[in-house]
């Protein structure tokens, strides 16, 4: 039975309809206070995390995207917040609910292979972190995040609902980032200089045999990565990635 560790398990509130696949990790805000039993997972200010559906079963949040999309629902009102705020002024998430996010993303990842990217859309082969406005019929001209994409499935009937606001929506990135500082954890110095070395060696295998412009453009790219990762004390398996897609025109 998937239930996250840690959380405060409320007994499932789902009407037993099995997920059909894992694609998405999908944030909401509440517009109230938690919980709220249609997600998964709701996340109150403090970042206590609520669980309210058993992750073999379906939540009811994101209407034709159920049968795969993880949800959770995050608290807006409440002191933390400066009471119930007039909607649309819109209230970040607090740091403790961007850390408890990371920690369900980190578990959602390890159980169900949710991917570490950023979801694009709602279509149904799209995959990652999204947010509900993905799935939203609506004018959203002079907001920053627009709603539903042609060939996007539609996750409410709620015409112009902002969920989860282009605050929150703008912290999806620090979620994200949170998620990968989790699961890749620092490495010691030794760990490190291993991969330099590594690294260095690989730039050079790869930039033999290759035509000038090529080759130019192969090591600038490679440099800026590695100087990424110099700067930053440590390698993301997303460095990696890059270097690797670098060195591999
Ligand atoms: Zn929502």
Known sequence: MPVMPGVIWKGDQSSKRRMERYDVFCIHTIVGY???HAAHFSVFADGDIYQSRDTLYTSAANLNGNHRIIASEN???GARFGGTPRLPAWVPLTPEQVA???EIYAWLHETHDIPLQMNPDSRPSSRGLGYHRQGIDGNFAGYRFQGRVSGGEVWTEAYGKVCPTDARIAQLPDILTATRNLLEPDMTPEQYKTLADAQTAKILEAV???GE???ARQIKTASRIVATIKRNGKATQDD???LEEALAE
């Open 34 to 36: 938690a919980p709220a």
């Open 75 to 77: 608290e807006d009102h």
């Open 240 to 242: 990696i990635a890059a």
């Open 100 to 102: 408890a996010n990371a």
């Open 208 to 210: 033999t045999n290759q």
């Open 213 to 215: 412009k090529t080759r």
